[in-house]
């Protein structure tokens, strides 16, 4: 008897905090309904800077922060070559860029690809043995990834790869003819698949969140646009056409490069071709 009193007595105590959670949680949903923010309207509420600046982050529980690198160990590497082409002064790339969306079906080359690959995310010094990329990252974190959809480049197979950054290398996840997923994963945009190459360009979140909080979510959006301009303004200079894209259905994208869609989501694809 005793005993069983005792269970009563630290069950009821646990029932009431549960009942509690419950009652909150169900009284935050109702206040976001009625405060009538769209969603967009409350991811910009819930990442701003209270007055205070990061350190009064309202969300303190940072999450930890994953490997710096991701690498395919198993997977076939090709070694690409290190940027050494001069083209066009930056003004007159700027002057010249224009969103492409129709490509001849001539091929690129392997060192016009190299070049893209290295504009987007490859290495370009060091600061304190840390090393700095072509993109610029809040705090140097980079949590960006690199994948593409190689579909007429001279020398490399058909497939979708991975770029490995410390090795300067794609690596080979699956090779065939991935034009019509993509497209169909791009809201049918034909030019996703008639592309040479296009980049997907993903985010590991955690990368930045583990430092900035939910704040960091915004840097993270800024850093794909800076990477995806790297690459319309190196297609420029090498001659080439190019378009970035935001609309695509997420799922479908996250899919075709074995993404979980959580820790780490595709947030910009970058078609370029021949003219």
Do not use: W
């Not at 791009?186 to 190459?197: D, E, V």
């Not at 420029?236 to 993404?259: M, Q, R």
């Amino acid at each position: 008897m005793k005993e069983s009193r005792r269970a009563a007595a630290v069950a009821l105590p646990l029932g009431i905090m549960i009942l509690l959670l419950m009652i909150g949680l169900l009284a935050g949903m109702k206040e976001a309904e009625n405060s009538g923010l769209s969603i967009a309207e409350r991811f910009q509420q819930a990442t701003a800077l209270p007055g205070k600046g990061i350190s009064a982050d309202p969300c303190p529980q940072k999450p930890p922060k994953p490997p710096q690198y991701k690498q395919y160990a198993e997977a076939k590497m090709i070694r690409l070559l290190r940027p050494q082409y001069r083209g066009l002064p930056v003004e007159a790339a700027i002057e010249q860029r224009r969103s492409v969306r129709e490509f001849s079906t001539r091929s690129i080359d392997f060192a016009q690809l190299s070049q893209l690959v290295f504009a987007a995310q490859g290495t370009t010094g060091e600061r304190y043995s840390h090393p700095l990329r072509a993109a610029p990252s809040a705090g140097a974190l980079y949590p960006m990834e690199l994948y593409v959809v190689v579909n007429n480049v001279e020398e490399i197979p058909q497939g979708i790869y991975h770029y490995n950054i410390r090795e300067h290398g794609l690596e080979l996840l699956e090779t065939g003819d991935f034009s019509a997923r993509i497209i169909e994963a791009g809201l049918h945009q034909s030019m996703l698949g008639k592309a040479n190459a296009t980049f997907a360009v993903s985010a590991v979140f955690d990368r930045t969140r583990f430092k900035y909080g939910e704040r960091g979510m915004r840097y993270i959006y800024m850093e794909a646009g800076h990477i995806s301009e790297n690459i319309f303004l190196q297609a420029v200079s090498l001659g080439l056409g190019s378009v970035s894209v935001g609309a695509f259905y997420d799922d479908k994208v996250n899919l075709l490069f074995g993404l979980d869609g959580q820790k780490e989501s595709v947030i910009y694809l970058h078609a370029v071709g021949t003219l």
